[in-house]
């Protein structure tokens, strides 16, 4: 693949060894965000601490992100492509060294928001970056790749993570990943080009102070509801606190000059619909990713490593089909994939619903597997549709939005079915007469689970109703080149 652009300045851009640098940086962020949850037991005997302090390796790293990523926006528009990306390395560089070295617990929750940092700066000036230096009729396919990465990065780091942590200690999953990000940071430097126009615009601290209340309250509130119970006054203060400083935020957007978050984006309706329908998409991965390891793990008692291994292969043909979808997103268009997309995904989930103590684990992959190619055939080109509806001027903020909004659909997703699992598990040991046997703890956790697929159900049947409506952009939306 060979392609090279001209910016505005009339240097030669080179597009892929751009590509390539981002791609590494991402793959290595997005695996870091995941690669930890399987060392959560260990973790808890080394510093000695609970489950519910333990869950902020995780918990953290997401906040970080849905604080950070809206903040980007602006900052892709003062700081140009070079220090953002440089920038973002070191934070990872710094976060991983910070937490492979933690003497305490602490120090490794302030290493991993760290990291965390840097994988806020990247993300959005990946895609950024791809929407100014790739021309439309190729963004599918390369958003394709892009996908590869956003992805399999996920679905490897717990089967990765396992391995090393029967071979070796926790640390060592993060000094695996020191050498990669070590190489881009080189690597980066020597390729990756200024692309982006800087506008400079004047920066409304009062939309920052709310921004940040705003997407970091409701992400925390449903990443800690799942323990802390709903009726929390944390819970409920964080939540009430962040919907009422996002509707504010949300006000003061439209009537300010400047906007940090321009939501005209959301005029566009395809733009809209994308990104409703990538919320619900990315809810199901994440209420999957959190479901799937406790069944395999508790219902059906396999190691942490075995079970990593059983989610490994969905992992794997997203990430080789994800380039396949991007093209076909580029010749046939959004209808081609998106409802088929939903409609395998929720066929997928019904039987993942299904799921009891006796089913064998190869049925699990196949399942896993199957939910995998439906994700496949709609994350990316969900996300291609959307922007390709924005003029380029509203590139950083629909990206802006679109990464923020899976920050909390994630941690919303997560939540959820954390909620209806416990709430199922907790009717179903009611009703039997023997609650403490130890054989009703695999039993009741797969009641649990099997129940908290349902939300799954339900998105995907979202998902298959707004994809009738997803049509190419018309006219109007068509973005206009820079």
Same mark, same amino acid.
């Given at each position: ?25 991402? #793959? ?11 060392? @959560? ?32 926006? @602006? ?76 992805m399999s990065a996920p679905a490897v780091g717990p089967a990765a993570s396992g391995l090393i942590i029967e071979v070796l200690s926790w640390n060592w999953i993060l000094w695996f990943i020191l050498p ?17 126009? @800087? ?71 395809? #733009? ?9 998409? #990315? ?122 909004? @899976? ?28 609650p403490s046997d130890p054989a009703m703890e695999s039993i009741s956790l797969t009641a649990g689970v099997q129940t908290a697929f349902i939300l799954g159900i339900v998105l995907a049947i979202l998902g298959?109703?707004?994809?009738? #409506? ?13």
């Amino acid at each position: 693949m060979s392609h090279t652009t001209i910016d505005q300045n009339q240097n030669v851009v080179r597009a892929v060894p751009i590509l390539i640098s981002f791609l590494i940086a991402g #793959f290595i962020g997005l695996f870091s965000e995941t690669a930890l949850n399987m060392a @959560l037991g260990n973790l808890m005997q080394e510093f000695d601490v609970v489950s519910s302090t333990v869950q902020w390796i995780t918990t953290g790293y997401l906040l970080t992100m849905g604080i950070l990523i809206p903040v980007t926006a @602006l900052l892709i528009q003062w700081l140009t492509t070079r220090q953002l990306f440089i920038t973002s390395v070191l934070f990872s560089i710094a976060g991983v060294v910070l937490s492979g070295m933690a003497p305490t617990f602490n120090v490794l929750l302030l290493g991993r928001i760290v990291q965390a940092i840097g994988t806020g700066l990247l993300i959005p000036l990946m895609f950024h970056t791809v929407l100014i230096i790739f021309p439309i009729e190729k963004r599918g396919l390369i958003m394709g790749a892009v996908g590869l990465v956003m992805m399999s990065a996920p679905a490897v780091g717990p089967a990765a993570s396992g391995l090393i942590i029967e071979v070796l200690s926790w640390n060592w999953i993060l000094w695996f990943i020191l050498p990669f990000l070590l190489f881009t940071l080189v690597y980066g430097y020597i390729y990756v080009q200024n692309v982006t126009v @800087l506008s400079k615009p004047k920066i409304d601290v009062l939309s920052i102070i709310l921004s940040t209340l705003g997407f970091g309250g409701i992400v925390y509130g449903f990443s800690v509801a799942g323990h802390q119970g709903w009726a929390s006054p944390i819970v409920i203060a964080a939540l009430v606190i962040g919907l009422s400083s996002l509707i504010v935020f949300s006000i003061r957007q439209f009537k300010i000059d400047n906007p940090m978050l321009d939501l005209r984006t959301l005029q566009f309706p395809m #733009f809209t619909l994308a990104l409703l329908s990538v919320m619900a998409t #990315f809810m199901i991965i994440l209420s999957t990713m959190i479901l799937l390891p406790l069944y395999l793990q508790i219902g059906l008692g396999l190691t942490a490593l075995t079970a990593g291994l059983v989610l490994m292969p969905g992992g794997a043909i997203n990430g080789i089909l994800s380039p396949v979808a991007g093209r076909a997103y580029d010749m046939y268009g959004p209808k081609v994939l998106l409802t088929p997309g939903f409609l395998i995904m929720l066929f997928m989930l019904w039987n993942l619903s299904h799921v009891t103590t006796d089913t064998s684990m190869y049925t699990v992959v196949l399942l896993h597997s199957g939910l995998m190619v439906g994700v496949t055939f709609v994350m990316m080109p969900l996300q291609t549709h959307g922007l390709n509806a924005l003029p380029a001027n509203l590139y950083p903020d629909g990206t802006a939005l679109i990464n923020t909004l @899976l920050q909390v659909s994630g941690s919303i997703g997560t939540a959820l079915a954390i909620t209806i699992m416990s709430a199922s598990q907790n009717s179903f040991l009611k009703g039997v007469s023997n609650p403490s046997d130890p054989a009703m703890e695999s039993i009741s956790l797969t009641a649990g689970v099997q129940t908290a697929f349902i939300l799954g159900i339900v998105l995907a049947i979202l998902g298959v109703i707004m994809s009738l #409506f997803m049509n190419k952009p018309t006219p109007k939306e068509q973005p206009q080149t820079q």
